[in-house]
């Protein structure tokens, strides 16, 4: 799809979804998809768990949705499903398993349609760049539709002011990633020079980031990397997980803005007192201009993973080791 | 506390408990705790989502809990929350957080009073036994109280007869227990000669059984034997981690009789066909007489769990590294 279009294409199907939130009754909020998809998807939970004291939010990874087959899953449920060329097979099914339930259907995609596209009620194309460049609409990325879908819901359910300050704050993604590519390519070099033999790399975060942390764990570093990896959360860090941690053992912490900051802001006490092979990646050191406060913790996560795209660049180049090698992936059958 | 009070002890408790629920609404479930003690509530939510059009259920570290603040925790709220000795800071503190909001607060201890208690309307003491060790009411061990608790509800609620089901099946725990340490013994002994000089061991899984393969992993295998570990769910594999497994990288894989199965199904003839250092616990190959046929999917973690100590226990035997070992946890301040 040409990359002009997708501006409005995207805006144009999301009104028409907000539209038919009108006219129905919907009480939970299903995000399903498998690895990175699913990953994107946690901080529009966190989101849908502080707003709304009427509406649940799950989610799961298709294959599980499908078979553990959630009885509250039915006529009053929206299920957001996304796979990013439409073709993961258990995504498709899981839309229908959906469809079936009587739920309202909305997938996201990069393509303009695909299979997963004929099992949904609408669809949303998303904008998307590789690792580390630049997307020319950042403000419709997969994360930004996820919340303009889930704020839009509440806004128009509960009149949750949120949503009009999540569209005027994506105006200025484009000019904080920027910044951010400037601000952070030296250090990720640095970074890879220094870490890029290390056979296990652990990540850290709690709550909206919790997602972003999990995405980098599985997708880049075992996936692209085949490194080691596990993506630990900052609470449950101290009841087991911590005992791990060595002079040798390296970590990437993440720190947001959100109100489970103070776990990210404990995890980092240990880990400076008993690790040294530490990547602190803290919203506070990023400038956010043009983020409303309200919503600007909310879209921390948004910017955090992009600033891990520009590390996973420069690993991938320090490692000689391309982000597209795999060996099993659309290779072997599985 | 006597063990031979524990019986009729955790009965009374468990029967004012439900009693209690016959007065009040309950809307939703809140399963809070750190660690271990989080782990062994995955197979509740599970049932709670397969048996229940009504209720909903989440699990939640104790400080994500607080700091996320759900909008859905209220006065229709059931918070269940668990420490092994009662004394979890944050699980306490979760406790008071979940009275103030006017939920109805039940915690699971195995001490008979403790900080937690105080913040609690009601408690149960749960049976518990070391790892690999016979629990002499294994029929009242943490994971059957959440049952009891669970079932429990549901059946007061919306006549759930899984209940009287799992009431009756748990009577054959021990029984079962007792034939799954002689079975896996020798099996356990064999496997931690292999493996103990093995960096990284991952688990794997999927529904009612992800929980004990979170538990394994970052209780046993981090926390107690300091080798990295990551529990895989069996679903999200193919989306990113599978690419990490060649001959070299050892896998344990859970195989449960939950609906999810075939998603284990599917990671096994993976792992057979790319990989070699492979422990398959299948449940298939284990004699559950006397367990419901109804209710056997939901008993089988507890079994796999039981398997899993045994392996335990056997691994840090063979590393000379007892499962008492500490380096930061009750030693360091964190």
Chains 1, 2 share one sequence.
């Not at 502080?50 to 298709?62: G, Q």
Request: net charge negative; proline share 4%; aromatic share 12%.
């Amino acid at each position: 799809m040409a990359i002009a279009s997708v501006c409005s294409t995207a805006q144009t199907q999301i009104d028409e979804i907000l539209e038919e939130f009108k006219g129905r009754t919907i009480k939970n909020v299903f995000y399903v998809a498998c690895g990175g998809s699913s990953a994107l998807m946690y901080p529009s939970k966190y989101f849908v768990d502080r707003e709304s004291s009427n509406v649940t939010a799950e989610v799961y990874n298709s294959n599980e949705f499908i078979y553990r087959d959630p009885q509250t899953l039915g006529e009053n449920s929206l299920v957001i499903l996304c796979s990013h060329k439409g073709k993961t097979p258990e995504t498709t099914e899981a839309a229908k398993f959906a469809k079936k339930k009587g739920a309202l259907v909305v997938s996201l995609m990069y393509v303009e349609t695909a299979p997963l596209a004929d099992e949904s009620d609408y669809i949303v194309n998303y904008s998307w760049a590789p690792p580390g460049e630049l997307d020319p609409h950042p403000e419709f990325m997969n994360y930004a539709v996820l919340y303009r879908l889930t704020a839009g819901l509440l806004y128009i359910k509960e009149g949750n002011d949120k949503y009009e300050k999540f569209v005027n704050s994506l105006e200025s993604m484009d000019a904080v990633l920027r910044k951010v590519k400037i601000q952070y390519t030296e250090k990720a070099k640095a970074y890879a020079q220094e870490y890029k033999d290390e056979p296990t790399i652990y990540t850290m975060a709690s709550g909206s980031n919790y997602g972003i942390a999990y995405s980098f764990a599985i997708c880049i570093l075992m996936e692209m990397q085949w490194i080691n990896s596990h993506a630990i959360h900052a609470g449950e860090f101290f009841h087991g997980p911590f005992e791990i941690l060595d002079e040798n053992c390296p970590f990437i912490l993440l720190m947001g803005l959100d109100e489970t900051r103070p776990m990210e802001e404990r995890a980092l006490k240990f880990l400076q007192e008993h690790g040294k092979k530490l990547l602190i990646l803290d919203a506070k050191d990023i400038d956010l201009t043009g983020f409303d406060e309200e919503v600007k913790k909310y879209l921390v996560p948004l910017v955090l993973n992009f600033v891990l795209r520009v590390y996973a660049v420069e690993l991938a180049e320090a490692r000689n080791h391309p982000l597209e090698v795999r060996r099993y992936m659309f290779k072997v059958p599985y």
